[in-house]
Every structure is written in C-alpha cells, then in structure tokens.
C-alpha cells in the first residue's frame, strides 16, 4: 500500500463510522481503523462528508505524503548490502574469496564507506555519490592503490549508475 496513493475503506462498526487504511510500521504494514462520527443522531454526516472526513484523517496521519512513500520504497540500503555481499563472499563454495581478503573488505567497509554512504539507498548511489567519496578519499591522503580498492569495492557491492 505503500506505493500508492490510499483513499480508505468507509464502513459502520456498531454506532461508530470508521475510515479503515494501512500503515507502514517497522514491524510491518497494519490495518488502522480511525472514528469518523457516530451512525445516527447528534454529528452523523452524510456518505460524501463520511469519505470528506476519511480522506482529512488519512492525510492528517501523513499517510500519502510523497517523501514517506518514497522512503517506503527505496529499499536496500548500501550498508545492508554490503554486510550480505561480504557474507556471502565469505560462506560461498563456488571460487572462494581469501580470508585476507574478507577482513580487508570489512575494514574498509567499516572505516570508510559505511560512514559515509552507508545509510543510502542502493538506488541513490550513482556518480555524483561516487565522485563525493573519493574526492574525500583523496582529500584524507589515501594512497591512489586504496583509492581504486576501495572504490572497486563500492562497484562490486552497489553498481554505480
């Protein structure tokens, strides 16, 4: 539901009208169901006030706001990838990877790209995120050979785009 606009579900529950939509949570989605007014007598609405009044609500809660959909969506980030790529590099049977070179990828990974690119979505990591690391990798004096590994590493586990 994430991924698109909600409208809600207009429905009576007992004396109450409820508007009925998803949340994304970090357990996972949940279906919420918030009072509109009651059925009859004093503060009834009609249908169209109902679905007014519905649509008040699952904007009041943020729920189609476009930057928490698009945060919905991104998905993977660099550093969740990174720990699966070394891992998998690590336990795979097929052309192995040393265990020097396992513990290299991880300091680097450590020290130098989680803090800085880590939190990003794979799908915002491109060029000009590229180019920012190693402007900084050049800045911090590292050598041109850490320079091209390191980088080598951010390909290897995020194609840049």
């Not at 949940?30 to 007014?37: D, N, T």
Request: hydrophobic fraction near 40%.
């Amino acid at each position: 539901m994430a991924s698109r606009y909600q409208q809600g579900h207009v429905e009576k529950l007992g004396a109450w009208f409820y508007v009925r939509f998803r949340v994304d949570t970090p357990e996972g989605r949940k279906l919420v169901a918030e009072r509109i007014c009651p059925a009859s007598g004093p503060g009834s609405l009609s249908a169209a006030q109902q679905r007014w009044k519905a649509q008040e609500i699952i904007m009041s809660k943020g729920i189609n706001n476009q930057k928490k959909i698009i945060e919905a969506n991104l998905g993977t980030t660099f550093r969740q990838q990174a720990e699966w790529f070394i891992e998998h590099a690590r336990t795979t049977t097929r052309k192995p990877v040393a265990g020097s070179t396992i513990v290299n990828w991880q300091s680097c990974v450590d020290k130098w790209l989680n803090p800085r690119i880590g939190d990003s979505p794979l799908s915002q990591i491109n060029n000009a995120v590229a180019k920012n690391l190693v402007s900084e990798m050049v800045a911090a004096k590292l050598s041109d050979k850490s320079i091209s590994t390191y980088f080598g590493l951010v390909k290897m586990v995020s194609p840049v785009r």
